[in-house]
């Protein structure tokens, strides 16, 4: 079985610029969350999906958004990109609703210039 | 909300010793408590986790133990390899929740 899959694996942008990351979870997942992981902040929880519906969200500002189509891909968008949001985002697949035995793709990095 | 603190941050063990890596979590509610294991440029790979309902939890040389009185859990990894060293999370959650981690403990086993 094919695991979480996220592109790009890496990105360069500038502040201001806004950018769209993607995650294809565990074929018959259908729970996709969002994480942002910094040297500062550790893990910390940005929004989950569990059928095309954003179940929880964490405590990040508008400018971070997602969505999970029908077929569970799910994307996040980060608009008006500041320098604090370069980090690893990753994405994590589950089979249920909620945070039971999440695994995760390799991650996104995010380099904001 | 909940907040997990994790210790140590720095953990050094000569191969073949043993490591212990220490969590708490601050909300009762907390049902669930997985183990992250992540190594460099790699995303964190779930290596063991324990449900509230559960003391302790073993497979092969990785175990983990659970007090929901005292609201702290540890990883315990015995006879360690230099392939064990990586950064360790852990997490706790409530069903349909969010998951929230530790600071991570970085681990190296020195052959």
């Known amino acids: 079985k094919a695991g979480v899959t996220q592109t790009p694996r890496y990105l360069i942008k500038t502040r201001g610029q806004q950018v769209t990351l993607s995650c294809s979870p565990i074929s018959g997942h259908r729970s996709v969350s969002w994480y942002q992981q910094t040297p500062g902040q550790g893990l910390q929880f940005l929004f989950e999906?569990?059928?095309?519906?954003?179940?929880n969200k964490g405590n990040f500002p508008g400018r971070f958004s997602g969505r999970q189509f029908s077929n569970s891909r799910s994307e996040m968008n980060v608009s008006t990109l500041e320098l604090g949001d370069s980090a690893l985002y990753l994405c994590a697949s589950s089979g249920l609703a909620g945070n039971n035995e999440q695994f995760f793709g390799p991650g996104t990095r995010l380099t904001v210039l | 909300g909940e907040n997990v603190e994790q210790h140590p941050s720095t953990l050094s063990v000569q191969e073949g010793d043993s490591a212990v890596i220490k969590c708490t979590y601050s909300d009762s509610a907390s049902n669930y408590f997985p183990w992250y294991k992540q190594e460099l440029g790699k995303g964190p790979q779930l290596i063991i986790d324990?449900?509230?309902?559960?003391g302790e939890k073993k497979d092969q040389r990785i175990a983990v133990t659970l007090n929901k009185t005292a609201k702290h859990f540890s990883l315990h990894i015995t006879e360690t390899q230099p392939e064990d060293s990586a950064v360790y999370f852990c997490a706790a959650s409530k069903v349909n929740n969010d998951m929230r981690f530790g600071a991570g403990t970085r681990l190296t086993v020195k052959p």
């Open positions: 324990i449900r509230s309902n559960v």
């Open positions: 999906y569990f059928s095309e519906t954003q179940r």
